[in-house]
């Protein structure tokens, strides 16, 4: 089993839609948690950041994390056509230095 | 600040050669990170430097992968001899003290034929 599991997709979705991302891990001393965005043979950019539990907004995007059940999400509310790329989920134990990365989730939002 | 410096950003080489991938982190960041992308593996860590120094060199895949941050502004991944498997993007990422953001280069695409 894969430390950190994400489904790889390809997802597509129609502009407006409400895209839902999802990550789940197998170690429980994860409590760093973050979502990262690559465009197509760009490297990845931090989107969003979140430690331990609960949730984090930050404009149309909502980040949250389980521990209990060891479990990240990430929304994209109002998807745009721009929002397309590959989110790549990310988890460490002790901030960046051990940081595991999920497969990424290509997503196309289509106009 | 410029970002992340890669180079170069495709390489297409032969089975055997050697082969040097170069990186220089952003100033002011004391971690820097080798990541090597693959579809089948996704994102994988290499190896990591504190202040320079190498703190983690457990995915080095083989010996035949070497590391080395002579100074806080530049970085080289080297392979020697190159292998077919070894084709992938290879990701330098610095970051600075006390966060957990890691910024990432634009990546070297490497082929090995």
């Known amino acids: 089993q894969k430390e950190v599991e994400q489904d790889p997709g390809p997802l597509s979705v129609p502009e407006g839609a409400i895209v839902s991302l999802n990550c789940t891990y197998s170690?429980?001393?994860?409590?760093?948690f973050m979502w990262y965005r690559q465009y197509s043979r760009k490297g990845p950019e931090l989107l969003m950041y979140?430690?331990?539990?609960g949730n984090k907004e930050d404009g149309r995007f909502t980040a949250q994390v389980d521990k209990s059940s060891k479990y990240i999400s990430l929304f994209i509310r109002d998807s745009q056509p721009s929002d397309s790329a590959t989110y790549l989920c990310?988890?460490?134990?002790?901030?960046?230095?051990?940081?595991?990365f999920g497969a990424g989730t290509r997503l196309t939002v289509k106009p | 600040d410029a970002g992340v410096i890669q180079s170069p950003r495709h390489e297409v080489t032969e089975m055997g050669q050697e082969v040097t991938l170069r990186c220089k982190p952003i100033?002011?960041?004391?971690?820097l990170f080798w990541y090597r992308q693959t579809m089948m593996r996704g994102l994988e860590l290499l190896i990591y430097?504190?202040?320079?120094?190498?703190?983690?060199d457990s995915g080095m895949p083989e010996d035949r992968f070497s590391a080395k941050m002579p100074n806080a502004s530049f970085s080289t991944l080297k392979i020697q001899p190159s292998e077919p498997r070894d084709s992938a993007v290879y990701f330098c990422?610095?970051?600075?003290?006390?966060?957990?953001?890691?910024?990432f280069g634009e990546g070297s695409r490497l082929t090995v034929l």
């Open positions: 990422a610095s970051s600075p003290p006390r966060t957990g953001e890691l910024f």
């Open positions: 170690n429980s001393a994860f409590q760093y």
């Open positions: 979140t430690y331990s539990s």
């Open positions: 990310a988890m460490s134990a002790h901030n960046n230095n051990d940081m595991r």
């Open positions: 100033s002011g960041h004391d971690y």
């Open positions: 430097f504190n202040n320079n120094v190498p703190i983690d």
